[in-house]
């Protein structure tokens, strides 16, 4: 193995390469960083979805449930789900003239 003397100056243009490196580095972080946001729980989400239902009179279809919502057709199966049996709503069919639809409601 070659030996290499190493200098001074070698050691001074190492550390400003370096130090140009961790610049760019943090400046990439700067531009690229968020704002974390809390996680919700489940029990947030839950209320959320009956605050919704709340607040249609108590009545909404799937549909617009879905659309309000904003989430995935199972995840919301599962909170509407839930809300049945902790006894908050009642989930039926109701007959229309074209389609049945789905809907949720307060319990009475």
Known sequence: MPIVNVT?????????LLDEALKNIHDVFEQIKTTPTRVKTAEEVIERIYGIIVRHGGKITR??????????????????????NQGRIKMKVERTGSRDLRVSSMRS
């Open 8 to 16: 001074l100056r070698d050691l001074q243009e190492a550390k400003r």
């Open 63 to 84: 549909g617009k449930l879905y659309r309000e919502a904003k989430l995935t057709s199972d995840d919301l199966e599962k909170i509407l789900t839930t809300l049945q």
